[in-house]
C-alpha cells in the first residue's frame, strides 16, 4: 500500500511538470531552434517536393518540363528556350513546341488507353508505356492523356528572392519566435511572394506574405491611405498570428500552411470529407471543386521552399547565386535541325518514387519560331493554367507566373 500511495503522490507531479513545459521547450530541435518533427515528408509526397525543387533550383525561365498533373515525377519532356531573360517572351517563343509536344503525348496515351501496342505507336509509345510502369488500366492512361501540365522554370526569379531574404529572414525569425510559431514558416514568403514587399497579384493579394484585402484587414491597417500588408515586419507578425490561429483551430501544421492558401473553413471541410487529418490523405483523397493544383501541392512547394531557405534560416551561407545552378543529370538533345533560340532538353536523373525508370527524348524537330517580332509575341494566357500575368505586373509567386 505504502508503494501505491508514493505512486499516487508522484502522478500528479509528473503530469503538473509535463503540462508546465511551454511547446518550445518540449519540442526537439535541429540545434538552430527549429523544429524539425513540426513539417513532415510522407513517402507519397516526397516526389512533389523533388519537383518543386528541381523546379526552384535547376529550371530556368526558359525551361519547360512537361509532366503529369497528379504525379510530378512523372516527367515527359523539358523544352528550352535561349536567348531572352523575358519569361513571357520565352513563354511565347515556347509555345508551340510545348502545344505540339502535348498534344503528341495526348494522343499517344489514348491510343495506348485504346490498347494499341506500344511498339505500333513507335518510340513515343515504347517511352510512355515505359514512364509509366505499364502494363497500366485504360483509366489511368486516359487520365494521364488529359493530365499533362507544363511548368516554367523559376530559378532566376527564386534566386533573385534569395537575395532579399537575406536582410528580412533575421527579424522574420525573430517575429515568427515572438508569436511562438516555428520559424520554417519563414520559408512561406519564398511561395507567396519570393520576399517581395512590393509583390501584388491579379487577385488582390499584396506585399510579402500575399494578404488578400479580406483577411488582411483581421489583421492589419488597410485604408485607402494606408496598406501595412506592404510594410514586411508588420506583415509578418500578422502572418504568424494567422497561422497560429489555423494551428489552434486544425491541430497539424501542415494543415495550417494549406489553409494559408486554402482557407480555414475549406480546409476543415476537407478533413471532415475524407475523415483524416494527415496532409498526405487530404492531398489524394479530398476533390472538393476549389482544392485545385494550387492547394494540393501548396505544403509540398512549402517544404521545397524549406530546403531552399533552410541553409539562410540557420546562419549558413550555403546558397549558390543566380547563374551557378547547374542542371544535375540533364543532358542538351540534338541540337540540328533545331530552331534558333529553341532547344529541347530532357532530365535523365529520376525524380525519388516515380514509377518509370528513364526519360523520354525529344526526337522530332522543333517547328520555325519568329524571333524578331517587337510586340512581344503571342499572349501567353493561351497557354498558362492559370493565366500568366503581364510582364509589366509584380506577381513574384512562383506558381501563379510558372503554370502552363
Not at 486554402?262 to 483523397?285: M, N, W
Request: proline share 9%.
Amino acid at each position: 500500500m505504502r508503494r501505491l500511495g508514493d505512486c499516487a503522490v508522484l502522478a500528479p507531479i509528473l503530469l503538473a511538470l509535463v503540462f508546465s513545459l511551454s511547446p518550445r521547450e518540449a519540442c526537439p530541435t535541429d540545434g538552430a531552434g527549429s523544429r524539425t518533427h513540426h513539417f513532415p515528408e510522407p513517402d507519397s509526397l516526397k516526389p512533389n517536393v523533388a519537383f518543386w525543387e528541381q523546379i526552384y533550383t535547376a529550371y530556368g525561365i526558359g525551361d519547360f518540363v512537361l509532366h503529369d498533373r497528379e504525379r510530378l515525377g512523372v516527367i515527359y519532356a523539358v523544352v528550352r528556350v535561349t536567348g531572352t531573360t523575358d519569361p513571357v517572351r520565352a513563354a511565347d517563343l515556347a509555345k508551340p513546341e510545348v502545344q505540339r509536344l502535348r498534344a503528341r503525348y495526348r494522343d499517344v496515351l489514348s491510343a495506348l488507353a485504346a490498347g494499341v501496342p506500344p511498339d505500333a505507336l513507335g518510340p513515343d509509345g515504347r517511352m510512355l508505356w515505359r514512364v509509366w510502369a505499364c502494363p497500366c488500366t485504360p483509366d489511368e492512361l486516359r487520365r494521364a492523356a488529359g493530365g499533362i501540365r507544363v511548368q516554367q522554370g523559376l530559378r532566376q526569379k527564386v534566386d533573385e528572392g534569395i537575395q532579399r531574404a537575406q536582410a528580412l529572414l533575421p527579424r522574420i525569425r525573430s517575429i515568427l519566435q515572438e508569436h511562438d510559431v516555428p520559424v520554417e514558416l519563414a520559408a512561406l514568403p519564398l511561395v507567396e511572394s519570393t520576399y517581395n514587399p512590393r509583390a501584388h497579384s491579379k487577385a488582390g493579394a499584396v506585399g510579402l506574405w500575399q494578404f488578400i484585402r479580406s483577411t488582411g484587414k483581421k489583421y492589419l491597417t488597410i485604408t485607402r491611405g494606408r496598406d501595412d500588408r506592404r510594410d514586411p515586419l508588420l506583415a509578418t507578425k500578422a502572418a504568424a498570428r494567422l497561422l497560429r490561429h489555423n494551428y489552434e483551430a486544425l491541430g497539424s501544421w501542415p494543415l495550417a500552411i494549406v489553409a494559408y492558401n486554402h482557407g480555414r473553413e475549406g480546409v476543415l471541410t476537407a478533413r471532415a470529407v475524407v475523415g483524416s487529418s494527415a496532409i498526405e490523405d487530404i492531398v489524394a483523397r479530398y476533390t472538393g471543386p476549389r482544392f485545385g493544383f494550387a492547394s494540393k501541392n501548396f505544403y509540398a512547394e512549402f517544404l521545397a521552399a524549406l530546403k531552399v531557405v533552410r541553409p539562410f534560416l540557420i546562419g549558413r551561407e550555403a546558397h549558390g547565386g543566380a547563374g551557378n545552378r547547374r542542371r544535375p543529370g540533364e543532358r542538351a538533345m540534338p541540337s540540328a535541325p533545331l530552331s534558333p533560340g529553341i532547344e529541347a532538353a530532357v532530365p535523365v536523373s529520376p525524380i525519388p518514387g516515380t514509377p518509370g525508370e528513364s526519360r523520354p527524348t525529344t526526337e522530332a524537330p522543333l517547328p520555325h519560331t519568329d524571333q524578331t517580332r517587337a510586340d512581344g509575341g503571342t499572349d501567353p494566357k493561351a497557354m498558362f493554367e492559370p493565366p500568366d500575368p503581364p510582364a509589366a505586373a509584380i506577381d513574384t509567386s512562383p506558381d501563379a507566373s510558372g503554370e502552363f
